[in-house]
């Protein structure tokens, strides 16, 4: 069945630094691809996505391209904030851009210090 | 912007007892709500399917009987918890689609602990 696989963290950066989370996919046929950030306390949100194949998702200085040769979509951004520190899931559905039945990946923790 | 919310956010019960975990659309309707279950270092993943006035679809291997799902109004999806054992903690997230955008919106999350 499909599947995603994330970097396992916590990932501790400083301040300014260059993130990068891997995220790879097992799926059949060409699923939508999606990036959610869940803050302290809060739900998860949708930081990006991308529909299809070469596609860039990009939010809030984030990007990710969707990568079908390489059944990839990694997160990265330039100079991360101390605002970043979250828990990021990489997701995957079928559903055109619906977002209905995802499927998540574990979760990354992202700890940036000043 | 739309806000899903989600309570309690976090409950211990006993064991053998019922635990009701409420999910709310604050600002938009949802015809359909979907109810995740995440355990420690795992992925979340996806229980069931509720819809509006109809009964909720299961994922293979979540027990209806079990997790008695309620979808009956346009803005209220509740999970029960039903005789709840030590192996039902977890960490529950509902999300709710907004009907005229079709944009999913997630809530906070229970931490259901039961003892």
């Known amino acids: 069945g499909d599947s995603v696989t994330q970097m396992e963290g916590p990932v501790t950066l400083s301040e300014e630094a260059f993130l990068t989370i891997n995220c790879t996919y097992t799926a059949t046929g060409y699923p939508s691809l999606f990036w959610y950030v869940q803050y302290p306390g809060e739900g998860l949100q949708l930081l990006l996505k991308?529909?299809?194949?070469?596609d860039k998702g990009s939010n809030k200085g984030f990007e990710a391209t969707y990568r079908k040769e390489t059944t990839s979509f990694h997160l990265e951004k330039g100079s991360v904030q101390v605002s970043d520190s979250a828990v990021y899931f990489c997701?995957?559905?079928?559903?055109?851009?619906?977002?209905?039945?995802?499927?998540f990946g574990k979760g990354t923790k992202l700890s940036v210090k000043p | 912007g739309a806000v899903v919310s989600q309570h309690p956010s976090r409950v211990i019960c006993k064991s053998g007892t019922s635990v009701k975990i409420e999910c709310r659309s604050l600002d938009f309707q949802a015809t359909t709500m979907f109810w995740y279950r995440q355990f420690p270092k795992q992925s979340l993943m996806l229980m069931a399917t509720?819809?509006?006035?109809?009964?909720?679809?299961?994922e293979q291997g979540v027990e209806k009987d079990k997790f008695l799902i309620n979808h009956a109004s346009l803005t209220l999806s509740t999970l029960t918890v039903t005789s709840a054992h030590p192996e039902d903690s977890s960490f529950y997230i509902c999300?709710?689609?907004?009907?005229?955008?079709?944009?999913?919106?997630f809530g906070e999350g229970s931490w259901l602990t039961v003892v």
């Open positions: 991308a529909t299809k194949a070469d």
């Open positions: 509720s819809n509006e006035g109809s009964k909720a679809t299961y």
């Open positions: 999300s709710a689609r907004d009907t005229v955008g079709n944009t999913i919106y």
């Open positions: 997701a995957l559905t079928h559903y055109g851009g619906s977002q209905g039945n995802l499927i």
